[in-house]
């Protein structure tokens, strides 16, 4: 079973900011949090993934809090393309099987 | 550079056929692994594989099986294969080594439908 829980979906105006929030309480020290996006009939997206600290890229932020029991995914500028199903998975690296969850399917609004 | 790749993209099969999918991964990455997707599901882990050996299964049948061959590619097999089975099939390689936050990448999946 997954060890994320994320809301089944989110709306977002074009041009305003998405957060995609992820609970993950049961992670240990080990596991990184990553976050993935799959738009319709395509493969998995890598966006970004972290341990403690906050990480931006070129795609996201993504803020971890202090006690690692939650993230959230930013989209700073959301725009149609980005609407798509995103999933949070906590795994303790890349020769560990990703669990997938249900994620969330956010719809970017013109 | 190239990311991973699969073949075929989209294939239809009769109940009981086998089919095998292929997968290129990542130049330089020596992990591949597969995963299932049906409708409305997130995907299923089927086998990982690195440096040719498995290294780890998911809850699939035996009818599933998999090969990793010398230079990192890899085959997904299905036989007899069952109406249940029509999904996306998805490969993903990552770099192999045990560092930790090494990142997975996916192909864009091959799509089987079983009817």
């Known amino acids: 079973d997954a060890k994320t829980t994320q809301p089944p979906s989110m709306d977002c105006a074009e041009g305003r900011a998405a957060n995609l929030p992820c609970n993950h309480s049961t992670i240990s020290g080990n596991e990184y949090v990553y976050w993935y996006r799959q738009i319709h009939s395509q493969g998995p997206q890598y966006i970004i993934h972290?341990?403690?600290n906050n990480e931006t890229n070129e795609m996201a932020s993504l803020i971890i809090t202090e006690d690692r029991k939650s993230s959230t995914l930013i989209l700073p500028h959301a725009t149609l393309r980005d609407t798509a199903v995103y999933y949070c998975i906590v795994s303790s690296s890349g020769n560990t099987p990703l669990v997938f969850g249900k994620g969330t399917r956010l719809s970017v609004i013109a | 550079d190239a990311g991973v790749t699969q073949s075929p993209t989209h294939l239809i099969k009769t109940r009981g056929q086998h089919v095998t999918l292929r997968c290129s991964p990542i130049s330089g990455h020596k992990s591949v692994s597969w995963y299932q997707q049906v409708l409305g599901q997130g995907p299923q882990f089927i086998f990982q594989?690195?440096?040719?050996?498995?290294?780890g299964r998911g809850n699939f049948p035996d009818r599933f099986s998999a090969r990793q061959f010398p230079n990192y590619s890899s085959e997904l097999n299905v036989n007899a294969l069952l109406l249940g089975d029509s999904a996306l099939y998805l490969c993903a390689s990552s770099g192999g080594r045990a560092l930790r936050g090494n990142t997975i990448y996916f192909g864009e999946g091959s799509w089987l439908t079983v009817v």
């Open positions: 594989y690195y440096e040719k050996e498995e290294r």
């Open positions: 972290g341990l403690k």
